[in-house]
């Protein structure tokens, strides 16, 4: 499986500050899975920007692409509307999971405006920017990515598709 990851923070794409998120992200995927991160990137806080890369990168054949930052309420907060604008069907299970175990921690999960969606064989889902988030809502998805990729690819026989009782 190829995964991207997108972080998406105006300072980040100027280099003022030094993304954390995204490295985090590349590490959780890279020792729990044997997939490969081949694409990460930096965008500002731009729908257009986000979009392009999100329509790049599914077109370039990703399987996982995992957003950070962007979900909340600052007016520049663009990431689920660049998603919604590049998705053909939304996975709301999934960002409704994210809140549901965040809520257990913080109240602040519940201005959480993550979504999650796919375009064609590729799954796409927003994430909070901060590490301390990122690891969290990790540590909820890193389970069910397995059998949510191979639906997705169809590409089903793997011990996560056989754990059924």
Known sequence: MQVGILTVSDRGARGEYEDRSGPLLAEMVQNSTPWVVSQQA???DE???IAQTLIDWCEAGLNLILTSGGTGFAPRDVTPEATKAVIEREA???AEALRAESLKIT???MLSRA????????????LPGSPKAVRENMDVLLPILPHALELLT???GSESH???V
Request: proline letters at 10%; hydrophobic letters at 45%; aromatic letters at 0%.
């Open 154 to 156: 169809d590409t089903p």
């Open 162 to 164: 056989h754990r059924q």
């Open 47 to 49: 729908l257009a920007a």
């Open 115 to 126: 979504v999650a969606g796919i375009r064609g064989r590729t799954l796409i889902i927003n």
């Open 107 to 109: 109240r602040h999960a």
């Open 42 to 44: 930096i965008v500002p």
């Open 92 to 94: 709301p299970g999934i």
